[in-house]
């Protein structure tokens, strides 16, 4: 996350509003003690987080990812130049069980954000997401297990789905070994 320094872009947006950690929580739904957290680079929000961050400060998520404010009208990122985002740790410290590695950051204002999704690590908390916008996944490799509300998916390599992202959802491994998803979300 330090690459990225999404706490210190999270904290820039709050004090331009001047806004208090406790006014921001109260607005998003996140405790102020999450919301310092992920300033102060302790904690590696998911994404559903940030989209809901973005949304109340009406920005788009890939300012998250984003290098510079330089806008291009193209970006061609290659495979080794992939920028991952280190494990996501919930406030517990415990791990979501999922990295992921933004395939696009130094295009602004887009309209969708793609990333590579490893789903490997095995989970103690089961927690459920939901936030605006949409989703697409494509698996890449092994076979995951996507929970939408109350229903159970398995989707096998070669396999997609499409949903709104305010269905409560959650990616897993579906036999505990390694899943790779292509994933676009609409901010």
């Known amino acids: 996350m ?5 706490g210190a872009k999270l904290k820039s947006l709050r004090l331009s509003k001047k806004l208090t950690l406790q006014a921001v929580a109260r ?11 992920i300033e102060n680079n302790n904690v590696s929000p998911p994404i559903a987080t940030l ?19 330089e806008e ?9 130049e992939r920028r991952e985002v280190p494990r996501v740790i919930s406030p517990t ?17 887009k309209k969708m954000e793609p990333f ?6 095995p989970v103690s908390e089961h927690t459920t997401y939901s ?14 297990e996507i929970w939408m509300d109350e229903e159970r998916i398995k989707l096998e390599e070669g396999d997609s ?12 491994s579906a036999d505990g070994t390694e899943v790779k998803l292509l994933i676009v979300v609409t901010p």
Do not use: W
């Not at 989209?51 to 404010?69: N, P, T």
């Not at 936030?131 to 995951?144: C, P, Q, R, S």
């Not at 789905?161 to 897993?172: A, G, V, W």
């Open 93 to 109: 410290g415990t791990s979501h069980g999922y990295s992921y590695e933004s395939l696009s950051f130094h295009k602004q204002n």
């Open 51 to 69: 989209s809901r961050i973005a949304k109340f400060f009406d920005v788009k998520i890939g300012m998250f990812f984003a290098e510079s404010e």
């Open 131 to 144: 936030h605006e916008g949409e989703k697409f996944l494509y698996v890449l490799k092994g076979v995951a």
């Open 161 to 172: 789905i499409y949903f709104d992202s305010t269905l409560k959802h959650r990616f897993l």
């Open 2 to 6: 330090s690459e990225y320094n999404i």
């Open 27 to 37: 607005e998003t739904g996140f405790s102020p003690a999450l919301i310092s957290q």
């Open 116 to 121: 590579i999704l490893t789903l490997s690590d």
């Open 72 to 80: 291009c009208k193209f970006e061609i990122v290659r495979k080794n």
